[in-house]
């Protein structure tokens, strides 16, 4: 079945230090890919998206590249900061089955000043 | 522009009582809508999801069920609570021809 897998956390890093959170999924037809934040207590926020195979999405400082033949969507930031601490959350998406989501299990990121 | 509103922020109610979480959306219409619980502060698993007015599908069989009285209302009820009903319930809409979900700040449920 479809699924998505990602690296356990809990992830801690310096101030300005280098991210990466791995995910790799896997779906039988051409999923959408996201990666969503959520900070203490509240909802997901969407962070980026790829739709199609070599998208790269980006906001905020992080990038992820839609890589099909490695099945993959890894999460980057070149330097993150205190304020980046929160659950990162790998989803695939599915069009043709009214649009769910499968989420990976969360990374939790935690940036130490 | 859009937004998502459910309620209550927080609850807390003994087993066996009913259960009703509402969810509603603003500034779109005909939006695909979800209903996801997250249990332990970590993982999200689909419970519900509608494309349409009267339309639900299931996706695990639950003490819970869910609701589509109007377009951009979403409704998650119970007739009797479990302790394993416990956890944090999001509402989610997704716009006609776009790919990606917007969640509201959802409702943590405590039974005991």
């Known amino acids: 079945g479809d699924s998505v897998t990602q690296m356990e956390g809990p992830v801690t890093l310096s101030e300005e230090a280098f991210l990466t959170i791995n995910c790799t999924y896997t779906?039988?037809?051409?999923?959408?890919l996201f990666w969503y934040v959520q900070y203490p207590g509240e909802g997901l926020q969407l962070l980026l998206k790829a739709t199609k195979a070599d998208d790269k999405g980006s906001n905020k400082g992080f990038e992820a590249t839609y890589r099909k033949e490695t099945t993959s969507f890894h999460l980057e930031k070149g330097s993150v900061q205190v304020s980046d601490s929160a659950v990162y959350f790998c989803?695939?998406?599915?069009?043709?089955?009214?649009?769910?989501?499968?989420f990976g299990q969360g990374t939790e990121l935690s940036v130490k000043p | 522009s859009q937004t998502i509103h459910q309620w209550p922020a927080t609850l807390v109610q003994p087993v066996g009582s009913p259960l009703s979480l509402e969810c509603t959306v603003e500034?779109?219409?005909?939006?695909?809508l979800y209903w996801y619980r997250q249990a332990a502060g970590r993982g999200l698993q689909l419970l519900f999801y509608?494309?349409?007015?009267?339309?639900i599908s299931s996706e695990v069989p639950q003490n819970l069920s869910a609701s589509r009285p109007q377009d951009r209302q979403f409704i998650l009820s119970s007739k009797k609570l479990l302790l394993s009903d416990s956890g944090f319930y999001l509402c989610?809409?997704?716009?006609?021809?776009?790919?990606?979900?917007?969640f509201g700040p959802g409702t943590r449920l405590t039974v005991t």
């Open positions: 500034g779109t219409s005909n939006p695909n």
């Open positions: 509608s494309v349409g007015i009267g339309q």
């Open positions: 989610a809409w997704r716009g006609t021809g776009y790919y990606e979900q917007y």
């Open positions: 989803a695939l998406g599915l069009i043709n089955q009214g649009g769910k989501l499968i």
């Open positions: 779906a039988t037809g051409y999923p959408s």
